[in-house]
């Protein structure tokens, strides 16, 4: 498989979850900020000009964090990614669209492009300060939902926490404070081996 994302974006969430299941894969470096994928080389694969994008083994494309996770997780049921019980799984798949519906798109990405959301330029710090406000509603309702626990769904390491990686590491890039039980999440998820890994590939610091 091969992993096309941009440093610190939402695709690191896919590589996360490719480094944990532990099958060699490929990833090429596409950076959105400067342009990588609006390429007619890069739209030719992904017409929606965003990533991730996950080429599969049989050479189809994937997008869509949610879609590509669930994927993943049921391409390789030894990596234990959603958790056998419906009910728990279907807990760890709502988390992963909450945080790319609401917490990214509505909230983070009203503060990082406000020119997606507003028409004139001088609505801009308004539209970033209500994508702060909505990114921080997001993060404080699933501060709750991870309190008291080791991983964000059940027992074990699954899609839910690779998810809330990338999107509470963007807390430091808007200069917010992480609420307490996602602070402490994070911070576990810096002893995983998978994570520092992708990490690492991707220049990144927590």
């Known amino acids: 498989m091969k992993l096309y994302y941009s440093p610190g ?4 969430g896919v590589h996360i979850l490719l ?23 890069y739209l030719a694969l992904n017409p ?22 669930y994927y993943l997780a049921g391409l390789n049921p030894q990596a234990k990614l959603l958790p056998a019980d419906a009910d728990l799984a279907a807990d760890a798949m709502e988390m992963v669209e909450y945080i ?5 798109m509505q909230g983070f ?12 330029e001088a609505d801009y710090e308004r539209t ?6 909505m990114f921080l ?4 309702l699933l501060d709750g939902k991870i309190a008291g626990r080791e991983f964000a769904v059940g027992d ?19 200069d917010v404070a992480r609420p307490a039980n996602i602070e402490a999440h994070l911070q576990r998820m810096k002893q995983r081996p998978s994570v520092l890994r992708a990490y690492a590939t991707e220049g990144l610091d927590f």
């Not at 790319?100 to 990214?104: C, D, E, K, M, T």
């Not at 990405?109 to 004139?120: E, K, S």
């Open 19 to 41: 480094e944990e299941i532990g099958k060699p894969f490929e990833v090429v470096r596409t950076p959105v900020a400067e342009g990588a994928a609006k390429t007619p080389e």
């Open 109 to 120: 990405t009203r503060w990082a492009r406000p020119g997606n959301f507003a028409f004139a």
């Open 137 to 140: 509603e997001g993060l404080n």
């Open 156 to 174: 074990h390491f699954t899609v839910a926490d690779a998810a809330l990686v990338f999107v509470s590491r963007w807390a430091t890039r808007a």
């Open 48 to 69: 929606k000009a965003k990533v991730p994008l996950l080429i599969r083994d049989n050479g189809r494309p994937l997008t869509e964090l949610p879609a590509i996770s």
């Open 100 to 104: 790319a519906s609401y917490v990214h």
């Open 128 to 133: 970033k300060a209500r994508g702060i406000e």
């Open 9 to 12: 974006a939402c695709s690191l």
